[in-house]
């Protein structure tokens, strides 16, 4: 017994002194050369990404179906789902470090065969053989070359990649929910306009008709009023489908069936944007963007699973041994003679697998090199949305004060046509065509105005915003 204390007390000296041998190599950021500002914006430090989505997005709805989404949007359950899985898996692989022991009880009856032992006597035969015992089993291997180590780092970057993909998906939730919620404001726009313009529509296609039948129009004006009704009928309707097919996504992304009714905040021309642009730094993306830390959570994963693949080539230390009781009878088996016990230790060296192992290596190799240029990617991608939401909140700026400026002449020569058409003074296809201009310059500030916000939706995500 004293012996078998002191190899147990010796193995486990002896695993905590070479266990920090750890082969493959250890992980390091890769070199990747960012640029020192965006593209037409001046180096700044403070982020959008700074401020929480309610101090971005100033409507209570907005705000409110936000909280309910990240509440209760099934992708973002699964994703804590993958959580907990990857934690059950760093827990599975940290168990590897410590002794397997398990407790055996066991009972055997055995009736020798007559043939088999023809020289014995008859009372050899009619006595029963019988075997009783309960033992502790003892199962340990010694990590003395890293192969549980690095398996460990590995699931443990996994599971940071984990959490890293759950902030990733509920930054995107939150976009996705502020874009769709803003596409029906901006709709619900375009429908006030064009249910305006069938209504003023209809009053002219009355005057048309009245001035008509008084002999002081042709019967043209009064086709050109019908047709001018109907093309604006034909556009609302795939306006309001548009609505509700868009009600319908924002109710998926809320976990709610679609048809759910959707209420409504701020219209388009109320809804309130930054008046500064702040993007921080481009260094900044590679700890605020999710994705990012993702990817590169993944290639720190990959990394280790180089050394687990190496140190499956070296020789593998495993201790093993029981300790218990055994009779032949159970009458006397928690006697002190039944106690026994047997310890041994054994180091197994891989020979010949055929290549598998150096083909582990090889693999494991090629599996971080996929994951660096991943990485790489996500840092070049990160750059590009960044820059894309520059661009079109800048651009964005001047197309609204165009389209407002557009708006503002287009609805005066609108009024002017049709005050001179009621006093005869022109034909209706000048007051045709002004309409048709006003509703264009209608539609294109709002469209300005919706796309405007949504760049800044945009510009949050990509800066890796709520960080």
């Known amino acids: 017994m004293r012996s078998l204390l002191t190899s147990i007390v010796a193995a486990v000296l002896t695993s905590l002194l070479v266990t920090s041998c750890k082969l493959g190599p250890d992980y390091r950021r890769p ?42 949007n099934y992708d973002l359950q699964a994703t804590l789902a993958r959580i907990d899985q990857a934690k059950s898996i760093v827990t599975i692989q940290e168990s590897q470090w410590y002794p397997n022991a398990d407790v055996a009880f066991g009972a055997s009856e055995t009736k020798p065969s007559q043939n088999r032992y023809p020289n014995q006597p008859a009372s050899f035969f009619s006595n029963l053989q019988g075997f009783f015992g309960v033992s502790a089993l003892l199962n340990w291997e010694i990590d003395v070359f890293g192969r549980i180590a690095r398996g460990t780092d ?19 939730l939150i976009a ?73 996504a924002l109710n998926i992304l809320l976990a709610r069936p679609p048809g759910a009714p959707v209420e409504r905040g701020r219209a388009v021309d109320d809804l309130v944007v930054p008046t500064t642009l702040p993007t921080g730094l481009p260094g900044q993306l590679l700890e605020r963007r999710p994705d990012v830390q993702l990817a590169e959570y993944e290639l720190e994963a990959a990394t280790s699973d180089i050394g687990v693949a190496v140190a499956q080539q070296f ?32 180091i197994a060296q891989p020979i010949f697998n055929a290549g598998r192992n150096a083909a582990r290596v090889d693999g494991a ?32 700026g001047n197309q609204i004060a165009a389209a407002k400026l557009g708006l503002v002449s287009v609805t005066e020569v609108a009024r002017l046509s049709q ?5 005869g003074a022109t034909t209706y296809l000048q007051v045709l065509d002004a309409q048709r201009s006003l509703l264009d310059a209608q539609r294109a500030y709002i469209s300005a ?3 405007q916000y949504r760049a800044y939706v945009r510009l949050y995500k990509a800066l890796g915003g709520g960080w």
């Open 315 to 346: 020789p593998r230390v495993a201790l093993s041994g029981d300790i218990g009781l055994q009779s032949i009878s159970s009458a006397n088996l928690f006697d002190p003679g039944s106690f026994a016990y047997q310890f041994a230790g054994n």
């Open 419 to 423: 005050l001179r058409y009621r006093f």
């Open 154 to 172: 590995a699931q443990r970057a996994r599971l940071s990649a984990s959490y890293a993909g759950n902030r990733a998906a509920t930054l995107g």
């Open 365 to 396: 190799n090629a599996q971080a090199l996929q994951a660096e240029l991943a990485y790489k990617n996500a840092v070049l991608a990160a750059l590009r949305d960044v820059n894309d939401a520059v661009a079109a909140i800048t651009n964005g």
């Open 449 to 451: 105005k919706a796309n």
């Open 31 to 72: 070199e990747i050369a960012m640029p020192t500002t965006y593209r037409g914006i001046t180096a700044q430090d403070k982020s959008l990404a700074d401020m929480k989505y309610y101090e971005i997005f100033e409507d209570s709805v907005l705000n409110r179906y936000i909280v309910l989404a990240i509440d209760q």
């Open 176 to 248: 996705s929910v502020a874009e769709a919620y803003i596409t029906i404001r901006e709709l619900d726009a375009v429908k006030e306009r064009l249910d305006s313009n069938i209504a003023n529509r209809k009053e002219y296609l009355t005057l048309a008709k009245l001035l008509f039948e008084k002999g002081k129009t042709s019967e043209l004006d009064c086709r050109q009023a019908e047709s001018e009704l109907h093309r604006i009928e034909v556009l609302l309707a795939p306006t309001v489908a548009a609505i509700e097919q868009t009600e319908n």
